[in-house]
């Protein structure tokens, strides 16, 4: 069975610390990336990666970094955490292709991780 | 540019048919995808159309497409309590890198 894995379920940290939040797939897939969703918003993307140690930003990239050293992990790093970053964070892969092709564009999600800042 | 809008909010009554509606802006995109996420967990692939396509029947699900209008349906039969969810519409760019656009997903309370 597919699966993304968000080694966090749900995490409380303080304002000004460092919070990494890891996520690993087992399907082999060349595309990661990061959500984080919060009500009355929806999902927004904060980055993705299309291959290891590649990293494109999202929509609303500011205050996070991400690392991607290898194809089955990519990371999300809060380098100073605020508690405007309290939120549930998704993590999804995707094989890469073409949508006409086979690979239908589909994402599959972890189960998520939610982050309270204090 | 993309945006994606859908109704934050749909109450029914167990066995009657569920609708859910969404709109998308941008004409080029290729997949349009329905998402659910069940409390507590990520989000899950329900169903999904290719564009050139107007209707897509799985089971209890109908889903409708009218390009024309930028309108994409979830219609769900006989509705049960388990389906009570939020529901994402997204729509797919033609890129490889298979990124996509989210509604803000509309909760569907399903009762008794």
């Known amino acids: 069975d597919v699966k993304v894995t968000q080694s966090s379920r749900y995490l409380v940290k303080r304002t000004g610390e460092k919070v990494f939040l890891e996520c690993v797939q087992d399907?082999?897939?060349?595309?990661m990336f990061w959500y984080r969703q919060d009500p009355g918003l929806g999902l927004r993307l904060i980055y993705f990666?299309?291959?290891?140690?590649?990293?494109e930003k999202g929509d609303i990239p500011e205050g996070y970094s991400v690392s991607r050293e290898k194809k089955e992990r990519f990371s999300l790093i809060l380098e100073s955490a605020s508690t405007n970053q309290t939120s549930m964070y998704l993590c999804?892969?995707?094989?890469?292709?073409?949508?006409?092709?086979?690979?239908?564009?589909?994402?599959?999600f972890g189960e998520g991780s939610r982050l309270t800042v204090l | 540019g993309e945006d994606v809008e859908q109704s934050l909010f749909l109450s029914v009554r167990e066995g009657d048919s569920s609708v859910i509606n969404c709109t998308y802006t941008?004409?080029?995109?290729?997949?349009l995808y329905w998402y659910k996420q069940e409390p507590g967990a990520g989000l899950q692939l329900l169903t999904y159309?290719?564009?050139?396509?107007d209707m897509k029947q799985d089971q209890r699900l109908t889903v409708l497409l009218n390009k024309k209008d930028k309108h994409l349906s979830l219609r769900i039969a006989d509705t049960q309590t388990g389906d009570s969810a939020i529901y994402f519409c997204?729509?797919?760019?033609?890129?490889?890198?298979?990124?996509?656009?989210f509604g803000k997903g509309t909760m569907l309370l399903v009762s008794p």
């Open positions: 399907m082999d897939h060349e595309n």
């Open positions: 990666s299309y291959d290891v140690k590649m990293k």
């Open positions: 159309i290719f564009s050139n396509m």
């Open positions: 999804a892969s995707s094989p890469q292709g073409s949508l006409a092709g086979a690979n239908t564009g589909e994402l599959f």
């Open positions: 997204a729509e797919s760019m033609p890129s490889g890198y298979s990124t996509l656009t």
């Open positions: 941008d004409s080029s995109s290729t997949y």
